[in-house]
């Protein structure tokens, strides 16, 4: 039986999947699909000659169990993780300014999903995860990255410290996004090649981490929740990094 990750669910997920590279094996579309993004859709399919299969919306909502499939599902192969050490090395040898983000062991794999997804649209050269503790890949996160999993370079280290020595190590600052520090966001300079580490959504940054940061930062909060959703609150810091950098 196939495993849920080797599955991506939505249109412009697969089109965007397709148009990536990645390796669609079969793509299952509800009879009596239309519209202009299902025609873009089909066409890809065809271009690639990419194996399909018209079923009832049953098969469909069998294949997705939770997830909304919008008409459309495919198998693909899984993902190829990138080796940080070398994608670093390509980041520093290009003209652009290094941007990585870092989570610490972020579990929701919806949570996962946006944060790839607006690391895409800001320009982040790299996710860096965790092998363990860290929300899967799999076809929901996939699905709500809308197709950016495939875009975004993301990279597995056996412990998240690894990774924070090799940025530094490679003159690129530490900055954690938490509430422990009398510093907001716009106190922190995100001109500099910057690594920014996102905590879990239950305990924040490792405080093990904490203690290797070079700067933190904090988003101000005005109402009477103390916190703001993980993958909004990295939204916030992404973006300050493109004012900065503007």
Aim: charged share 20%; proline share 3%.
């Amino acid at each position: 039986m196939e495993e849920k990750s080797s599955k991506i669910f939505g249109i412009r997920a697969i089109i965007e999947a397709i148009n990536s590279g990645a390796t669609i094996q079969k793509v299952y579309l509800q009879k009596g699909l239309t519209g202009n993004l299902f025609s873009e859709l089909n066409s890809l399919i065809k271009a690639n000659s990419i194996a399909t299969s018209h079923v009832p919306v049953e098969k469909l909502n069998h294949l997705s169990k939770d997830s909304n499939h919008q008409g459309v599902a495919a198998t693909i192969s899984p993902i190829d993780f990138h080796d940080l050490e070398t994608l670093v090395e390509k980041v520093l040898a290009s003209d652009k300014t290094p941007l990585f983000l870092l989570l610490d062991q972020i579990t929701d794999v919806r949570n996962f999903g946006a944060i790839i997804r607006t690391a895409e649209c800001t320009g982040v050269d790299g996710i860096v995860i965790q092998n363990q503790g860290s929300a899967p890949l799999n076809a929901d996160a996939i699905k709500t990255s809308a197709g950016a999993a495939f875009k975004v370079p993301i990279c597995r280290v056996d412990h998240l410290k690894d990774a924070l020595f090799l940025l530094q190590a490679s003159d690129i600052q530490l900055v954690a996004a938490t509430e422990k520090t009398e510093y907001t966001l716009f106190d922190v300079d995100f001109t500099k090649p910057t690594a920014i580490i996102m905590g879990s959504e239950h305990r924040g940054v490792n405080p093990s981490i904490l203690k290797m940061v070079d700067a933190k930062g904090k988003l101000p909060i005005l109402g009477s929740i103390e916190s703001l959703n993980v993958s909004v609150a990295c939204g916030a810091f992404l973006y300050e990094t493109i004012r900065q950098r503007q």
